[in-house]
């Protein structure tokens, strides 16, 4: 599956790609801006990142920009719900290709999954993170309990056939 748009474009993770996404995750901006603010070994990515090209309650996609990889998103299903992880590598930030890639993203996972809400976490620390969700159509909620202490909850709701896009709320 690939999808562009404005030389932004998707693309599948596969199993080519773990390398890149170890030395990505493992980056000290990364890191520094992840919710959990650690390195992650080599033998604990190599489990996760096969289950996440081969399993079912998870996605993943490389952002390309120009065909140059750029960054990651990545959707976990939760039930009806879909939690949401991206970032761009510091070279790549501040160009509005965080909100188009968010945007891409969620509107291919609702088409593949159908589920009715998507779901940010993002730290209290993370302005930028935050802004682009705000800038992809999410908005904040204080009622989600999927997200961990000291981050936002920053929600994107499906909007069904026939239902007023302003009745639905995060």
């Known amino acids: 599956m690939s999808i562009t748009q404005n030389a932004i474009t998707l693309r599948a993770a596969t199993l080519e790609d773990r390398e890149m996404i ?10 520094a801006q992840g919710s959990w603010h650690r390195a992650v070994e080599w033998e604990d990515h190599e489990k996760w990142f096969a289950e996440t090209v081969r399993g079912i309650d ?3 996609f490389i952002v390309l920009h120009d065909h140059e990889p750029i960054g990651q998103i990545r959707f976990d299903r939760k039930q009806s719900d879909c939690v949401i992880s991206v970032y761009l590598m510091p070279p790549h930030t501040g160009h509005g290709w965080g909100p ?14 159908g589920v009715d809400r998507l779901i940010a976490c993002v730290r209290l620390d993370n302005p930028m993170s935050r802004a682009a969700f705000l800038k992809a159509g999410f908005r904040e909620s204080s ?28």
């Open 58 to 60: 998870r996605r993943m």
């Open 100 to 113: 188009q890639a968010i945007r891409m993203g969620c509107a291919a996972i609702l088409e593949i999954w």
């Open 22 to 31: 170890f030395r990505w995750r493992n980056d000290p901006f990364i890191i």
């Open 143 to 170: 009622a989600e309990s999927l997200c961990p202490p000291e981050h936002y909850s920053l929600v994107l709701t499906r909007v069904r056939e026939g239902q007023n896009p302003k009745a639905v709320g995060a």
